[in-house]
């Protein structure tokens, strides 16, 4: 069976809380990532990069059902991760745009 991932365009945005800004960020596209691959992306990334993400996502637990804030650095791992593992490129996920991650 072949891997597939890519980008969710919603027809209504998902709203986010940042705990950290304290407010809730609204999104119009995601990616939904398995549990044990994100991870594994978590565990791949820079000390720099896992700072970051920790700041956009405070004390959020990495389960199924759980939504993050998703950043250009997170972009980049995930990006990585399923190039170097799949040889799939999610080229829409590093152009810039404001997304979410969902655990699946």
Known sequence: ????????????????????YRREC??????????QEFKAILDAMCHDSRLYFDFH?????????TYLNGHSGLAQSIYKYYKTN?????????NGKDFYVKII
């Open 86 to 94: 799949y040889d799939i490129e999610i080229n829409e996920l590093i």
């Open 57 to 65: 996502n405070p004390r959020k637990e990495i389960k199924k059902g």
């Open 1 to 20: 069976m072949s891997k597939k991932i890519e980008m969710v365009l919603e027809s209504s945005p998902v709203n986010v809380s940042h705990d950290t």
């Open 26 to 35: 609204r999104y119009t596209r995601g990616i939904h990532i398995e549990e």
